[in-house]
T-cell receptor, first 114, second 112 residues
Framework: DTEVTQTPKHLVMGMTNKKSLKCEQHMGHRAMYWYKQKAKKPPELMFVYSYEKLSINESVPSRFSPECPNSSLLNLHLHALQPEDSALYLC?????????????FGPGTRLTVT | GENVEQHPSTLSVQEGDSAVIKCTYSDSASNYFPWYKQELGKGPQLIIDIRSNVGEKKDQRIAVTLNKTAKHFSLHITETQPEDSAVYFCAASPNTGNQFYFGTGTSLTVIP
C-alpha cells in the first residue's frame, strides 16, 4: 500500500480563521513533507520531518505551523492566512536511508483563503 | 543549489505516437531522478525513477534514460493513450538530505 491520505479535500477559510490540514501514511516511512503547489507550477517544499523532528523549514511564514505527533501523522496548522496562500497543499512521505528515496504524494487539500 | 530545467512546457501528440520530455540538472551530486505524473485535481504520482548508476530503465510503455556526463535525463512514453494526458514533472535529488528539485512541468495532451 503506497497511499498517503489527506483531509480535508477542500477548505475555504477567512483570513482570521484557524484551521488544520491532516496527513496520514501507514507505509512505515520516517520522512514526511509539506509542499505548496500553485496552478501550473511544480510543488514547492515547505517543511520536512525526519524521525518526527523538523529537519527543513524553507523560510515559511509563521502563519503556517507544522506538527508531527507520531510517525504516521503530519498536521499543518493555519492561522491568519492571506489570499495569496490559496493553493493546493500536498503531503508526501518517503523512507529514510543512505541516499535519496522516492516520495509518495497524497491527493492534496485545495485551500481557498477569502 | 540544484537547478532543473524541463522542456517542452507543452506537448501534443496523436494517440499511438511517442512522447519525449527532457530535463537537465546542474549539480553533479544529484544521483536520484524521479518522474511524476499529475492529473487534474490530483497529487503527483511517481511513474518511474532512475539512479545515477543506471543508464536506462523501462516499465512497459515508459522508459527513462540518464546521461550523467551531459547532466540530462529524459522520459519516453511509447504508444501514447488519451489517459496519458497529464502534467509531468521531473526531479533531481542529491545523495544527502530529502530534498527534490523539480522541473517546471510539461503538459502532455494525447489527441484521440
Amino acid at each position: 500500500d503506497t497511499e498517503v491520505t489527506q483531509t480535508p479535500k477542500h477548505l475555504v477559510m477567512g483570513m482570521t480563521n484557524k484551521k488544520s490540514l491532516k496527513c496520514e501514511q501507514h507505509m512505515g516511512h520516517r520522512a514526511m513533507y509539506w509542499y505548496k503547489q500553485k496552478a501550473k507550477k511544480p510543488p514547492e517544499l515547505m517543511f520536512v520531518y525526519s524521525y518526527e523532528k523538523l529537519s527543513i523549514n524553507e523560510s515559511v511564514p509563521s502563519r503556517f505551523s507544522p506538527e508531527c505527533p507520531n510517525s504516521s501523522l503530519l498536521n499543518l496548522h493555519l492561522h491568519a492566512l492571506q489570499p495569496e496562500d490559496s493553493a493546493l497543499y500536498l503531503c508526501a512521505s518517503s523512507p529514510i536511508g543512505t541516499g535519496a528515496y522516492e516520495q509518495y504524494f497524497g491527493p492534496g487539500t485545495r485551500l481557498t483563503v477569502t | 543549489g540544484e537547478n532543473v530545467e524541463q522542456h517542452p512546457s507543452t506537448l501534443s501528440v496523436q494517440e499511438g505516437d511517442s512522447a519525449v520530455i527532457k530535463c537537465t540538472y546542474s549539480d553533479s551530486a544529484s544521483n536520484y531522478f524521479p518522474w511524476y505524473k499529475q492529473e487534474l485535481g490530483k497529487g503527483p504520482q511517481l511513474i518511474i525513477d532512475i539512479r545515477s548508476n543506471v543508464g536506462e530503465k523501462k516499465d512497459q510503455r515508459i522508459a527513462v534514460t540518464l546521461n550523467k556526463t551531459a547532466k540530462h535525463f529524459s522520459l519516453h512514453i511509447t504508444e501514447t493513450q488519451p489517459e496519458d494526458s497529464a502534467v509531468y514533472f521531473c526531479a533531481a535529488s542529491p545523495n544527502t538530505g530529502n530534498q527534490f528539485y523539480f522541473g517546471t512541468g510539461t503538459s502532455l495532451t494525447v489527441i484521440p
